[in-house]
């Protein structure tokens, strides 16, 4: 009888690697109304690392989306060090198919030796996808069987859908541990009903560490018109993004009332000789610039951009407090305590001619 003998190395390995069984993936985000959208995933690398890396994996189309998002400089370096555990976002584009969204055909991952689906999905993608959703992407008939060199479409999670009849961008979250609803409904300034809503959650002690969720995060008003080549352009809160081939910055915070703000780059031109005049139509006022009289405010705001033209809108704003405000109130008040002090003084007056 021949004994196979198996070096005590070999086994180690087969207990230490997971079987991977077919499983039907979880469930996608939500996906309803647009088809198409820009979405963003919190990334959390398990080593430290740096941004142009971080570019390359997910194959982001240029560093200043990446530097948008996060509100870093513009002219943050590629080689700029992120250290291990630190949450980068990352953009892409939103595909809506049959209720649920994915990522559009992006990133695409090459696998290297010794990788196995769980690793990707858990390590190298910090969670942001389980490895079933991959096998269903890439039609994976035996999850254990891939091989160096083969690409793997990333399916990352997304929606293109309003949330409380406001337009958001929506972000993939992935929960860390000791983490509760209430907790990342207040970092995300939103309640959390409307996050449990989102993300179908009944009960919020059932939120569990690596879970994903979609958290979505307002997005500032504009007036954008429908024609313009980037009509469809949301701009997150606490991020900002360049557009018009590169010529306009246009950044959304709520201290303007989130309401976007645009203004020139200064960048060179992206296919485009240079970046165009922006002037507003029938006034002497350029892309940002503004000018006050009584109550108002008139702003040359960004309404998009056509071919080799930069468009413009005038933006009238209100500038006086609205009756009942706090601002109104302080006049009131101040009118009475004057008219308080006449009465009294008659009062005195009176009181000498009588006695």
Known sequence: MTILLIP???????????????????????????????????????NTTTLGHIQSLFQVKTLRSILGVNNLPPNTPPSHTITGNTTIRIPFP???????GISNRVPKYTVVKDDGLFHIASQVFSGLVDYPQIVAANGIKDPNL????????????????????????????????GSSVSQIAAE?????????????????????????????????????????????????????????NNCVRC??????????QCQPSGLKAVNWPTCPAMKCPDSNLLLSNSTTSSCSRTTCAYAG???????????????????????????????????AIVLLSLQMIMLQIFL
Not at 251 to 260: A, F, I
């Open 305 to 339: 951009y056509n071919k080799q033209t930069v468009l413009t809108t005038l933006a009238v704003e209100n500038t006086c407090p609205a009756p009942g405000s706090s601002d109104d109130s302080k006049g009131s008040r101040s009118r009475g305590w004057s008219l």
């Open 94 to 100: 939103c595909h809506c198919r049959n209720g649920t």
């Open 146 to 177: 891939i091989i160096t060199g083969q690409k793997l479409w990333i399916p990352l999670p997304c929606s293109c859908d309003d949330v409380e009849d406001q337009e958001v961008v929506h972000y993939a979250h992935v929960v860390a541990s």
């Open 251 to 260: 950044s959304c915070d709520p201290t303007n009332n989130y309401t976007l």
């Open 8 to 46: 005590l190395s070999f086994l180690l390995l087969l207990l230490s690697t997971p079987i991977i069984s077919a499983q039907a993936p979880p469930p996608a985000f939500r996906c309803s109304t647009k088809s198409t959208c820009r979405a963003l995933a919190g990334y959390i690398s398990p």
């Open 188 to 244: 995300f300034g939103m309640s959390s009903e409307s996050l449990m809503k989102v993300n179908n959650i009944s009960d919020p002690k059932s939120l569990i560490a690596g879970q994903v969720l979609d958290v979505p995060i307002k997005a500032c008003s504009s007036t954008i018109n429908n024609s313009s080549s980037d009509s469809s352009l949301l701009v997150a809160n606490d991020t900002y993004v360049f557009t018009a």
